[in-house]
C-alpha cells in the first residue's frame, strides 16, 4: 500500500464550527506532514510529526491543532477558522530523515464561510 | 531563510516539443526533489537527485542536481497531453532538525496543445 488517504475530499464550515480533518497511511513511514496550500501556489509546510511527536510548528496559528495518535493517523483539529484559512489542505508522509522525497494524499479541500 | 526561484512560471508549447525548466537557490541543498501536481490531486514525486552533477532519467523526464548544489533543472522531452500540470522542485536539506522537511518552489505551469 503506497497510498496516503485524506478524508473528507470537501469540507464547508462556519467560522464558529469544530471540525477535524483526518490523514491515514500504512507505508510505515514515521514522519508525517500537514500542509496548506493556496490555488496556483507551492503547498507551506505547517506541521511536522516524527515518531508521533510533534517536530516542527510552522508557527501556525492556535486556531489549527494537529494530533498524532499513533504512527499511521493524523489529524488536524479545526476550531473558530476565518475565510482566508479556505485553502487545500494537505498531508504528507515519509521516513524520517529520508532523502527520499515525501508521499502526499490528495487534499481536502477546506471552504470557511 | 531559504527560498527558491523557479522559471519560467508557465509554459504553453505544443504537443511533441521538449520541455526546460529550472530552479535556483541562494543556498545549497542536500537533495532536490521534482513533483508534479495535476488539478485537485496532491503533488507526486517524479525524480530524485541526490549528488551535485547527478543526471536522473524517469522516462520521458531527464533532471540535474547542479554542480554548486544550488541549481536543478528537469526536462521533459516529446511532450503529450498528459503532462499538463504544475510542476515543483523542492530542496530538502538533511539533519536532526529538519526531518526531511522541504522548501518548495512556485511551480511551473505547463500546457500542452495537442
Known amino acids: 500500500d503506497t497510498e496516503v488517504t485524506q478524508t473528507p475530499k470537501h469540507l464547508v464550515m462556519g467560522m464558529t464550527n469544530k471540525k477535524s480533518l483526518k490523514c491515514e497511511q500504512h507505508?510505515?513511514?514515521?514522519?508525517m506532514y500537514w500542509y496548506k496550500q493556496k490555488a496556483k501556489k507551492p503547498p507551506e509546510l505547517m506541521f511536522v510529526?516524527?515518531?508521533?511527536?510533534?517536530?516542527i510548528n510552522e508557527s501556525v496559528p492556535s486556531r489549527f491543532s494537529p494530533e498524532c495518535p499513533n504512527s499511521s493517523l493524523l489529524n488536524l483539529h479545526l476550531h473558530a477558522l476565518q475565510p482566508e484559512d479556505s485553502a487545500l489542505y494537505l498531508c504528507?508522509?515519509?521516513?524520517?530523515?529520508?532523502?527520499?522525497?515525501?508521499?502526499f494524499g490528495p487534499g481536502t479541500r477546506l471552504t470557511v464561510l | 531563510g531559504q527560498q527558491l526561484n523557479q522559471s519560467p512560471q508557465s509554459m504553453f508549447i505544443q504537443e511533441g516539443e521538449d520541455v526546460s525548466m529550472n530552479c535556483t537557490s541562494s543556498?545549497?541543498?542536500?537533495?532536490w526533489l521534482w513533483y508534479k501536481q495535476d488539478p485537485g490531486e496532491g503533488p507526486v514525486l517524479l525524480i530524485a537527485l541526490y549528488k551535485a552533477g547527478e543526471l536522473t532519467s524517469n522516462g520521458r523526464l531527464t533532471a540535474q542536481f547542479g554542480i554548486t548544489r544550488k541549481d536543478s533543472f528537469l526536462n521533459i522531452s516529446a511532450s503529450i497531453p498528459s503532462d499538463v500540470g504544475i510542476y515543483f522542485c523542492a530542496g530538502q536539506l538533511l539533519g536532526n532538525t529538519n526531518a526531511g522537511k522541504s522548501t518548495f518552489g512556485d511551480g511551473t505551469t505547463l500546457t500542452v496543445k495537442p
Open positions: 507505508m510505515g513511514h514515521r514522519a
Open positions: 504528507a508522509s515519509s521516513q524520517p530523515g529520508s532523502a527520499n522525497g515525501q508521499f
Open positions: 543556498s545549497i541543498f542536500n537533495t
Open positions: 510529526y516524527s515518531y508521533e511527536k510533534l517536530s
